[in-house]
């Protein structure tokens, strides 16, 4: 399973970005699939996932503000970021839980203050 995820870029804190992880095949059924994300220094932390039957779930520090979604028509993941803060700073990596974990190269997302 291959994935590529775009989107990311250098936005002003309170800024908006969308990030986008498209398939190579039909993702209709990945158990789940979601975003991570990893800030210089840190572990690699959730930032939110989505089942094959539309259950979310969100880390806590992005509760109100990230929207997940899947197109299964168009292949593609979505993480729509909305007031977005420097400690959002991150690389942001998307993964298919299909089986086996699949992962997607990481988007970078840099939040100015």
């Known amino acids: 399973v291959q994935l590529q995820a775009s989107g990311g870029g250098l936005v002003q804190a309170g800024g908006f970005l969308r990030l986008s992880c498209a398939a190579f095949?039909?993702?209709?059924?990945?158990?789940?699939m979601g975003w991570y994300r990893q800030a210089p220094g840190n572990q690699r932390e959730l930032v939110a996932d989505?089942?094959?039957?539309?259950?979310?779930n969100y880390a806590d520090s992005v509760k109100g503000r990230f929207t997940i979604s899947r197109d299964n028509s168009k292949r593609t993941l979505y993480l729509q970021m909305n007031s977005l803060k420097p400690e959002d700073t991150a690389v942001y990596y998307c993964?298919?839980?299909?089986?086996?974990?699949?992962w997607g190269q990481g988007t970078l997302v840099t939040v100015s203050s």
């Open positions: 993964y298919a839980l299909y089986g086996s974990t699949y």
């Open positions: 095949r039909s993702i209709f059924r990945f158990n789940v």
């Open positions: 989505i089942t094959m039957g539309g259950t979310t």
